[in-house]
């Protein structure tokens, strides 16, 4: 080691940031995999993990771990903005990090394993995991290599400042990364899947919301429009945007990308309607709203009655949950494209479309017939009146009490 405590220092910072990198690299692969084989087991990092996936819960270790970062970054944040510069201090800090909490948490996701967690759980914590160590980095390869504080420029700029952002917005970046992931691991086995199926059906209520909008509307209100086009200027395209762009960003996002262009070339259902565009979107309003219901039945009657530690990995309940899941994130997808076919006015699409969003919607009530446990509970008899429904024309106030 060397003598020279600024020396230490970046050598120090160096191996630290090696280290974030490698993990992030790890965690960012295992959010980024695609829907596999439930059987296919992930081999965690060592023997020591392969033993505790039993006793050590996943979530609370993301959770400790996040939170010692988190105070951790703030004590590197003080001491390169405050008089006098401190190197063995802060070489301290950083070797506190690396040799706890940040290698805790790339295990956390590791032993979030999707047999035991479920891989929606699993990616949707390595991603978060991820953003953590990317801000991390960010912190870290702000700290003075020099022997001095930071300047004023350095300590204060803005995100989206032209140099970059200053030390003090890149900690309140890191802490909100570092929030998430406690939110998260916080709500536990149960509350991260219900929060999950929450996000997607208010996807859902965005999608229908927007395509009733758009049914009000007809050729003469685009007229109208054209004619004022001139003097609205920018506002026009304020008026072809939609108005949920705010939505937030731990939504689905294939979703939301389709939603966030929709409006931009749309067209207006014609005053006689030759092709009976109307009486499809009435339809799929109507079929939309029962589909909101499902979700909001999912979250009441199968998931939030899950503990907040997952079964034991020798349960089924996890594969059925993974498939679960793979059906409610698609649907919000193929909805958002079916209000694209809508607003281009294509019949056959929409037709087509119609028929792959009800079909993923029947399968996914026909996943949730059975209770966890057991064969028939109260929402097995709700499931078969919606599979009834979804084939006819649907009557959504039957459903109301779920």
């Not at 006098?84 to 032993?111: C, D, H, W």
């Not at 006689?272 to 029962?290: G, H, M, Q, T, W």
């Not at 498939?323 to 958002?336: A, C, D």
Request: glycine share 4%; with cysteine.
């Amino acid at each position: 080691m060397s003598s020279d405590p600024l020396e230490a220092l970046n050598s120090v910072i160096g191996n630290a940031l090696v280290l974030v990198g490698q993990l992030d690299a790890v965690v960012s692969s295992i959010a980024a995999q695609k829907r596999v084989n439930h059987e296919n087991k992930t081999q965690p990092i060592d023997e020591q993990l392969a033993a505790a996936t039993g006793p050590l819960d996943a979530l609370s270790l993301a959770h400790d771990s996040t939170a010692l970062i988190k105070a951790h970054a703030t004590k590197i944040s003080l001491l390169i903005i405050n008089e006098p510069f401190t190197p063995t201090a802060i070489a301290k800090v950083l070797r506190e990090l690396v040799e706890g909490p940040v290698p805790s948490l790339a295990a956390a996701v590791e032993v979030c394993t999707p047999e035991r967690y479920t891989r929606t759980i699993q990616q949707d914590l390595a991603w978060r995991a991820g953003r953590v160590f990317k801000e991390l980095k960010q912190l870290l390869s702000r700290i003075p290599k020099d022997g001095k504080v930071l300047s004023d420029a350095k300590k204060n700029a803005s995100v989206g400042a032209a140099g970059g952002r200053g030390s003090i917005a890149t900690t309140g970046v890191l802490w909100a990364a570092c929030d998430e992931v406690m939110a998260f691991a916080k709500r536990g086995f149960a509350g991260a899947l219900a929060y999950k199926v929450e996000q997607l059906r208010d996807t859902l209520k965005d999608v229908m919301e927007e395509l009733k909008e758009w049914g009000e509307e007809t050729d003469g209100d685009e007229d109208d429009e054209d004619e004022n086009s001139e003097d609205e200027g920018s506002d026009s395209f304020v008026q072809a945007t939609p108005h949920h762009e705010s939505t937030s960003v731990s939504r689905t996002r294939d979703a939301q990308t389709i939603l966030d262009d929709l409006m931009n070339s749309q067209r207006h259902i014609p005053r006689d309607d030759p092709d009976k565009i109307r009486e499809r979107l009435e339809s799929c309003v109507k079929r939309l709203r029962l589909t909101t219901l499902l979700y909001q039945a999912t979250v009441k009657r199968r998931l939030k009655p899950l503990p907040h530690l997952p079964p034991a990995s020798d349960s089924d309940t996890q594969g059925r949950l993974d498939e679960i899941m793979f059906v409610l994130k698609r649907i919000p997808e193929r909805f958002g494209s079916l209000a694209l076919a809508f607003y281009e006015l294509d019949r056959s699409e929409i037709d087509r479309l119609m028929d792959d969003c009800f079909f993923d919607a029947f399968a996914a009530s026909e996943l949730l017939v059975k209770p966890w446990e057991g064969e028939k509970d109260e929402f097995t008899d709700w499931a078969l009146r919606f599979q009834v429904q979804a084939r006819s024309e649907p009557d959504a106030r039957s459903y109301l009490k779920i």
